[in-house]
């Protein structure tokens, strides 16, 4: 049964979300740690273009499905990249690309059920 949920809210003055029959955009503000999360909801779900960014900066950019990640999506520590690749139900599945916080390539290969699976692996001087 899909879920229809409505509804709107303000941050600020400026609407913040509207969900109509269990779709919208949300723009979610934390005062506490100054985060902004946006999410897209189907269905009561967060399904479609998600950006997550907390105090410390950037924290995921990509797609969500069902309320978990699902295709293509970048991590992030302090606004430094750390991973780059395909998730499938949540999970890192496919190809994708992990880095040290100095950029550094770590991994570039394949994922399964959010385990490197085949690839390569580089230390912090590039070497295999």
Known sequence: MEKKWNGMGYYANEIDYEIKDGKGLIKEHNIEDESLFIWEYLNGEISGKVELDGKYGLLFK?????????????EYLYDKLIFEGEY????????????????????????LNGKKWNGKGYNKNGDI
């Open 62 to 74: 990509g797609y969500y499905l069902n309320g978990k990640r699902h295709g293509k999506g970048k």
């Open 88 to 111: 499938f139900n949540g999970e890192k599945n496919g190809k994708g690309k992990e880095y040290y916080e100095e950029g550094i390539l770590i991994f570039e290969g394949e994922y």
